[in-house]
């Protein structure tokens, strides 16, 4: 079976500080690939995606995360944290071919200080 | 239109006792997920539908657990003879596209914490 690692499980970051959360899986063929977050007392929204093409994507609120697939890995960047930016962040990995659902790293939890 | 809602949001409930918990998908949506997540862990697959057909149930821990879709919208997730084990926040997604493939992106609702005493 196919799992995710999420190598931080707490990270603290004063503001401004640069940002990567690291993620590794470990499905040999096609992958698509995601980040998922949740601020406080909201539901899981999706971040950014890789289906394919350019491995390096874009999500929203600043944030960009690089495939890498010799490296099985798709870490999430962030040049310059906000307060704002606190909250759990979840990678997680779709292989279709019979494995259908979503498969979920732990999650990172992170903490931006003012 | 409105996102993927799901009910209750909190439940509490005495070991033995059956919940339901009810997952409204987003409008249109082909596909739709059941995810468990206990404290401290990712979201774990339990079981989807495509449209009103269960596709996988394999995820589904044992045969106290069920899920159903019969129009092909709102799904319902139901527990019977609850145990304390079965505590944990209970996510429900939904995909415009047809599951089983690949580039597909499933959008989450709230969730419901169930807690059994």
């Known amino acids: 079976a196919q799992s995710v690692s999420q190598h931080n499980h707490h990270v603290i970051l004063s503001e401004a500080a640069s940002l990567e959360l690291g993620c590794n899986y470990s499905y040999g063929g096609t992958v698509n690939l995601f980040w998922y977050v949740q601020y406080p007392g909201q539901h899981l929204q999706l971040l950014l995606k890789?289906?394919?093409?350019?491995?390096l994507v874009k999500g929203i609120k600043g944030f960009e995360a690089e495939f890498i697939k010799s490296k099985f890995s798709f870490n999430l960047r962030k040049p310059s944290v906000q307060w704002s930016d606190t909250a759990e962040y979840f990678c997680a990995v779709h292989s279709g071919g019979g494995a259908d659902g979503l498969t979920f790293g732990k999650g990172t939890h992170l903490i931006i200080q003012p | 239109g409105a996102g993927v809602s799901q009910s209750p949001r909190y439940k509490v409930t005495k070991r033995g006792q059956d919940v339901a918990l009810r997952c409204d998908p987003i409008s249109g949506h082909v596909s739709l997920y059941w995810y468990r997540q206990a404290l401290g862990q990712g979201p774990e697959f339990l079981t989807y539908?495509?449209?009103?057909?269960?596709?996988?149930k394999s995820g589904l821990p044992n045969d106290r657990f069920s899920a159903e879709r019969p129009e092909g919208s709102i799904s319902t997730l139901t527990i019977q003879r609850t145990e304390q084990r079965d505590s944990a926040m209970y996510r429900c997604?939904?995909?415009?596209?047809?599951?089983?493939?690949?580039?597909?992106?499933?959008?989450f609702g709230p969730g419901t914490r169930l807690l059994v005493l």
């Open positions: 539908f495509n449209y009103e057909a269960q596709q996988d």
């Open positions: 890789y289906f394919s093409g350019d491995p």
């Open positions: 997604a939904s995909s415009a596209r047809y599951a089983g493939g690949l580039q597909e992106t499933q959008y």
